[in-house]
């Protein structure tokens, strides 16, 4: 707190005292600025009562406390670096109205540093940890939240809540000793052609699973841009070898209960040019993280496919490459993934467990396009300017519908546990699609594409495999 500065006002420094995590200077001087920007709104509007009430309190039976869902930022010369960056960053999530006073994406500016309200507040006062809107849910009670899409945005701290991983519930499987020395053959239809279809397109879910949170339909993108996080995936949080197993006690002793760990990198990225691997695979730690066409060498949030080289790289890969641009963000959230096109182009998806869910065949490549520009509801007297692209984001792998299926599969034996890895890999390409539609009918004949390997149910779909034991159906020379 020694980097306050003497004229800092009373109120500000109270509010800092409760203020979570411990921050270097530069950044416990912009939380003093983040403050400072929410008191002055505050007291505007006689609600800087409420707000300590809430803070030291820390009681969700608080009243709301708002704030104009976006400001204008800081105007800069047209000319210059900061003012063509400026002029780019009309980024993501708010179809709204053009307004002389309010931002098109819903961020709030301080200091240079964009983010939404809710979560800067959020992350101040509750959740240092906190990476994304994709992490909160609002109470019930909240009337402003920021999912509602009203005027004001409610930033009481205590009228959100974290959204937590589901715990899934262990597979039964009968006790085995005998170990596979070798697999059946995985049907990863390679000899059939993917039908397409295209995202968003009045889809209706199959399962019968519960959607569960975050609903992943607004992006905030450049929202920690400038906000290095450290908080990386508990390899521990999902399974103790030490705790008691409840289930262990109920179940049959023919039976054994396989549980899933959540491991330390949660995926696994190979990217490829057409039927070559390329560079190293990257191994994510990080809830969000993306794929992107730049060259950034050590961000454990980014996969900068502009570094990697390739000797045998032709005509049409660098064309595609200077195309990724942005690429593809990834949400690992609640126990589910998310697939949110950034690029001005395209990308194609394969991922048999989103197509199991909208009753597609598995091979189905879903074309996600780039952000797209809606107009407004009503025609408005403000002066023109372009809209924010509304983001849609593509969820492609559930850890409760897997789970379910999971179980289901013990029962079918052996073979039908294994097909179930296929389900743990997800094909993406940049700009060109495959499939049907296409000349290209294979992923290996786009020009850059990556393959994402899902660790948490591999391993556990290793476990359970283990248990297993054998398959019924022998392999032998002669087979």
Request: proline share 10%.
């Amino acid at each position: 707190m020694s980097s306050i500065l003497p004229f800092t006002p009373p109120i500000v420094k109270r509010l800092l005292g409760w203020k979570k995590g411990e921050q270097n200077g530069q950044e416990e001087k912009w939380c003093e600025k983040a403050v400072k920007s929410l008191v002055k709104k505050l007291k505007k509007t006689g609600q800087l009562d409420e707000l300590e009430k809430a803070i030291t309190t820390q009681n969700v039976n608080t009243k709301c406390i708002t704030i104009p869902r976006g400001e204008c930022p800081e105007a800069l010369p047209a000319g210059s670096i900061a003012g063509r960056r400026q002029a780019k960053s009309t980024s993501l999530l708010l179809s709204l109205p053009p307004h002389p006073c309010r931002s098109l994406d819903g961020r709030l500016q301080v200091s240079h540093r964009k983010g939404l309200p809710h979560v800067i507040y959020c992350r101040l006062w509750r959740w240092p940890d906190l990476h994304s809107h994709h992490e909160l849910r609002a109470m019930e009670l909240c009337e402003f939240a920021f999912n509602m899409k009203k005027d004001e945005v409610c930033v009481n701290p205590y009228h959100y809540q974290r959204v937590e991983t589901p715990v899934l519930p262990p597979v039964l499987v009968p006790r085995h000793t005998e170990i596979p020395a070798e697999f059946p053959p995985l049907d990863d239809y390679s000899h059939s052609i993917p039908e397409n279809t295209n995202f968003p397109a009045g889809i209706e879910p199959q399962s019968n699973i519960p959607e569960t949170p975050p609903p992943g339909y607004l992006s905030e993108d450049g929202e920690t841009s400038d906000h290095q996080m450290n908080h990386s995936m508990d390899a521990g949080q999902m399974c103790d070898p030490g705790a008691p197993d409840p289930v262990a006690c109920l179940v049959s002793p023919d039976l054994q209960p396989v549980t899933y760990c959540e491991p330390a990198f949660w995926c696994s990225i190979s990217y490829y040019e057409l039927n070559q691997r390329v560079g190293e695979t990257f191994h994510a730690s990080q809830p969000s993280m993306t794929v992107d066409g730049f060259t950034d060498p050590s961000n454990s949030e980014r996969f900068c496919l502009g570094l990697l080289s390739n000797v045998n790289r032709n005509a049409a890969v660098e064309l595609t490459r200077r195309h990724i641009g942005r690429g593809v963000r990834l949400y690992y959230i609640g126990g589910e993934v998310f697939a949110e096109c950034l690029s001005d182009s395209a990308i194609f998806v394969q991922s048999p467990n989103c197509n199991q869910r909208y009753g597609w065949h598995p091979a189905t490549v879903c074309k996600i396009p780039p952000g797209q520009s809606s107009p407004p509801p009503h025609p408005s007297p403000a002066p023109t300017a372009s809209l924010a692209p509304v983001r849609c984001n593509l969820k492609i792998f559930n850890n409760q519908e897997f789970a379910a299926l999971l179980a289901q599969s013990v029962n079918q034996g052996f073979e039908a546990v294994y097909q179930l890895t296929r389900m743990c890999t997800i094909r993406m390409s940049f700009v060109k699609g495959w499939g049907a539609e296409y000349r290209r009918q294979t992923v290996t004949s786009t020009p850059c594409w990556i393959e994402l390997h899902l660790n948490g149910p591999l391993q556990w779909l290793d476990k359970v495999l283990t248990q297993m034991g054998s398959p019924s159906i022998r392999c032998s020379s002669v087979s």
